[in-house]
C-alpha cells in the first residue's frame, strides 16, 4: 500500500522513515517533505502546501493512497481531516472539532475544567486593562500563553509582575503572535518535572506510546526563550508506573471520554504535555492534537510495532488487541538550530557532515532543510534532529552527540546537556 504523510519538518521525516520500513508498504509520499525524505529508500516529496487541501486530496485519490497521516497542527486545526473524511479517504487524525484541544488553549482549558481533569488555574482574557488587574492580584512567577497557534514560541513564564505587565502589552497590544495572541491565557505557575504523554486513540480506546522528555527552552539548564523544542529523549524516568497509572486514569481515559460527551469523536495522536509534582500528582500543561517534535524522533526510533498497522487499527477497531513493541534501549534526540532561532535566523547555510553522522546507533532527521544546486542547505529554525541510542540514557547521549559533532554550518547550535535529569537519576541510583 502506498502512505500519505503531510508535513515537512523532523517528525515528518521520523514518520515516513519508519512506515517505509514495512513490507506492506511500496511507497511513502511526503508532502512536501525535505531534503532528508527526499533521500530516504522508498520515500518520494510531492510539491504540495501543508495547507492545500484540495491538491493533498487530489493526491491521495490519484496516487490510491490508503492511508494519510498528518503531521503538522495547522492542517489538523484546518480541519484536513475532515475534507478527506469528506471524499471516503482514511486520513489519521482528529477533525478540527478534536484539534481545538491545540488550536485554542481557552476552549481546552474550560475544556479540562468541566470534566474536573487537573490543570492551573487559570483566567482568560482579551482585555489588556482586565488582564493587567488579574495578573497583579498573582504572586508570580506567572504564566501567560497565547490562545492560539504559535509554533510552541506562545507560552512565556513571567518571573515578576513588571514581566507579566510587559508580556501582555506585548501579545495583546503589539500583537506580538498576531491573531493568535487575540486572547491570552493566564495560569498559575505549576512546580514540577516536565512529561511528554503521547497515546493513540481510536474514538474510545486509548493506548499509550512509550513515555517521552522534552526540552522546551533554548539554553543550557533550561534557560532562555521557549522555543519548539531543542530535544528529547525517551523513555522519560519521571514517567514511574504508578505516575503512568495516574496518567491514564486522571488525564486521557477521562480527556477521551470528556470528548466523547461533548459529542466530539476523537481520532489520532493525542498529546499531553504534564508537570509532574514532587507527590507524582500529574497536571495538564497543554494539548497537542498530534505526534510531538521533537519527541516523535527519539520514540519512533525505539518502535519495533509497524507505524501503519498501529494507525490503520483505529480504523478497523483492533486498536489495543496487540500490544505495541518498543526496543528497551533509551534514545536521546539534539536538535541543531539555526543561529537566532528563536527568532530572527538566516537560511540557506550549506551543511557539512551528514554522511559522517550516521551509524547503526545514530539517524539524522531533518527537519528546516532543503536541496539545493545539489547541496543540503538550512531552511528553517530547527534544521536537524540527530538521535542516539544506547542501553542508558547517558550512552544514548553519547551517541546523539557523537553524531552532533560531525556536521557543520555557519551559525549552527545546539544545548549541550539534553537528557540530564535522566542521567542525574542513572547515576544516583
Not at 155 to 170: G, H, K, N, P, Y
Not at 191 to 196: N, Y
Not at 255 to 271: E, N, P, Q, S, W
Not at 338 to 366: Q, R
Request: aromatic share 6%; hydrophobic share 40%; with cysteine.
Amino acid at each position: 500500500m502506498k502512505v500519505l504523510v503531510i508535513g515537512n519538518g523532523g517528525r515528518e521525516h521520523a514518520i515516513a522513515w519508519k512506515l517505509a520500513q514495512s513490507a506492506k508498504v511500496s511507497e511513502v509520499l511526503v508532502a512536501p517533505g525535505n531534503a532528508g525524505t527526499a533521500g530516504e529508500p522508498k520515500v518520494r516529496n510531492v510539491p504540495i502546501a501543508v495547507t492545500d487541501f484540495d491538491g493533498l486530496v487530489e493526491l491521495a485519490k490519484r496516487e490510491h493512497v490508503a492511508l494519510t497521516i498528518v503531521g503538522p497542527e495547522i492542517p489538523l486545526v484546518g480541519g484536513v481531516v475532515d475534507r478527506f473524511e469528506q471524499h471516503g479517504l482514511k486520513c489519521f487524525g482528529p477533525r478540527a472539532a478534536g484539534a481545538q484541544l491545540e488550536g485554542s488553549k481557552a476552549f481546552t482549558k474550560e475544556f479540562l475544567s468541566r470534566h474536573k481533569i487537573p490543570t492551573a488555574a487559570y483566567r482568560a482574557f482579551t482585555d489588556f486593562a482586565a488582564a493587567r488587574d488579574y495578573v497583579r492580584t498573582l504572586t508570580p512567577p506567572v504564566v501567560i500563553k497565547a490562545d492560539g497557534l504559535a509554533a510552541g514560541k506562545g507560552v512565556i513564564i513571567a518571573a515578576t509582575l513588571a514581566d507579566a505587565e510587559a508580556t501582555l502589552d506585548r501579545v495583546l497590544r503589539q500583537g506580538a503572535f498576531g491573531a493568535a495572541g487575540t486572547k491570552v491565557v493566564i495560569e498559575d505557575f505549576l512546580r514540577g518535572e516536565e512529561a511528554s504523554f503521547i497515546a493513540v486513540v481510536d474514538g474510545t480506546r486509548v493506548v499509550p506510546l512509550a513515555s517521552s522528555q522534552d526540552h522546551k527552552t533554548r539554553d543550557d539548564g533550561d534557560r532562555g526563550p521557549n522555543t519548539g523544542g531543542m530535544g528529547a529523549y525517551s523513555p522519560a524516568p519521571v514517567v514511574t508506573p504508578a505516575v503512568h497509572d495516574r496518567v491514564m486514569r486522571e488525564i486521557m481515559l477521562p480527556t477521551v471520554r470528556g470528548l466523547m460527551a461533548d459529542g466530539i469523536h476523537y481520532r489520532g495522536f493525542l498529546y499531553a504535555g504534564l508537570m509532574i509534582d514532587d507527590a507524582g500528582r500529574p497536571f495538564v500543561i497543554e494539548f497537542n492534537c498530534r505526534l510531538g517534535d521533537p519527541e516523535t524522533q527519539p520514540i519512533l526510533f525505539r518502535l519495533r510495532t509497524e507505524l501503519a498497522d498501529v494507525c490503520l487499527s483505529c480504523f478497523d477497531g483492533t486498536l489495543g488487541v496487540k500490544p505495541i513493541d518498543w526496543d528497551p534501549r533509551a534514545t536521546v534526540g539534539v536538535v541543531m538550530a539555526s543561529g537566532g532561532y528563536p527568532d530572527a535566523y538566516d537560511t540557506g547555510k550549506a551543511i557539512t557532515g551528514l554522511d559522517n553522522a550516521t551509524g547503526s546507533d545514530v539517524k539524522v532527521f531533518h527537519a528546516g532543510t532543503k536541496l539545493e544546486g545539489g547541496r543540503v542547505v538550512t531552511d528553517g529554525g530547527r534544521v536537524l534532529c540527530v538521535v542516539g541510542t544506547g542501553d542508558s540514557v547517558r550512552a544514548a547521549s553519547e551517541a546523539a552527540y557523537a553524531g552532533v559533532s560531525k556536521i557543520t554550518w555557519d551559525g549552527g547550535f545546539y544545548r549541550t546537556d539534553i537528557g540530564y535529569r535522566a542521567i542525574q537519576r542513572e547515576e544516583a541510583s
